[in-house]
């Protein structure tokens, strides 16, 4: 093949390239498909007749009415579901997925649906709850002092206890990146398995974010849980949850924005989450 023969074929590359890229910007969206891991309560769910229900389930259902689009909503694998949405599995991700800039490396995030932070639970019985900070405060991990000083107490209260965290997600960042060399870190696949091992005594304290804990404390069997040790935003607890997309979808995310924003503005939000997680999640810009 020639010279010319050659950059004419580049050029039909690089053409097709630049087409499917503004396809993919431009699409005009009448569909979403929702990926949701559908057992992180009260986040999201599966009852018992296979429907998922939860905070972002109501939520998602919200946005998809403002936005005048159809979405379908499903259960789906927490650890893939990066690479299965950039894979085109599906559109967006709806799971409490914190916006850390290790993921803004990977996909595109909507702006922030609901503010995180970063605090433990233990059991009433247990004399750690006096060691660690105050519950009703929140330090920034983004700024050093104060919740350097917080972090080294709830450091010294853990020393040589042990910690249940969740498997995968920011709660296993959050602990190696903060506790590290401080407690005994036992790792779930479910937020299930480690509530109910806290309740059983065999873990002294949980590392999760405030609302879900509030949450799981109010249960029926786990009258026995209380929140404590402060509770810590900003480092890599993130920005707050957010819609994970595509990075080439701008579009979609410019829909989200729209609506979460007025879902914001309208109070929608604190209507949905006050109720499940005896807080307003809302964030605050």
């Known amino acids: 093949m020639n010279k010319s023969a050659i950059l004419a074929v580049l050029a039909a590359f690089t053409a097709g390239g630049i087409a499917g890229a503004a396809q993919a910007e431009d699409k005009d969206w009448k569909e979403i498909h929702i990926a949701t891991e559908g057992g992180f309560v009260p986040w999201n769910y ?8 939860g905070f972002e389930i109501d939520l998602a259902k919200d946005l998809c009415d403002r936005m005048k689009v159809k979405c379908t909503i499903t259960a789906e694998a927490f650890d893939g579901m990066i690479p ?68 080294d107490a709830v450091k010294a209260a853990l020393k040589d206890k042990t910690l249940g965290t969740l498997a995968a997600g920011t709660s296993v960042s959050f602990t190696e990146a903060y506790l590290k060399g401080s407690a005994l870190v036992r790792q779930y696949k479910t937020p ?53 997309l595509r990075k080439t979808d701008t579009k979609l995310k410019e829909m989200f924005d729209k609506a979460i924003a007025a879902a914001k503005a309208d109070g929608t939000i604190q209507k949905l989450s006050t109720p499940v997680f005896g807080l307003d999640v809302t964030p605050r810009d």
């Open 46 to 53: 599966t009852k018992a007749d296979g429907t998922l229900a």
């Open 192 to 244: 299930q398995a480690r509530d109910l091992d806290l309740v059983a005594g065999r873990v002294d304290a949980i590392v999760g974010s405030k609302d879900s804990l509030l949450a799981t404390s109010k249960k029926p069997g786990n009258e026995n849980m209380q929140i404590a040790g402060g509770c810590f935003a900003g480092g890599v607890v993130g920005k707050g949850a957010g819609v994970g």
């Open 84 to 151: 299965a949405l950039n894979a085109g599995k599906f559109d967006a991700i709806m799971d409490d997925l914190a916006i850390t800039p290790k993921r803004e490396e990977a996909i595109l995030f909507s702006t922030p649906y609901a503010s995180l932070c970063y605090t433990f639970a233990t059991t009433k019985d247990n004399d750690l709850a006096k060691a660690l900070p105050a519950d009703d405060k929140i330090y920034s991990l983004n700024t050093p002092g104060e919740a350097d000083k917080a972090m």
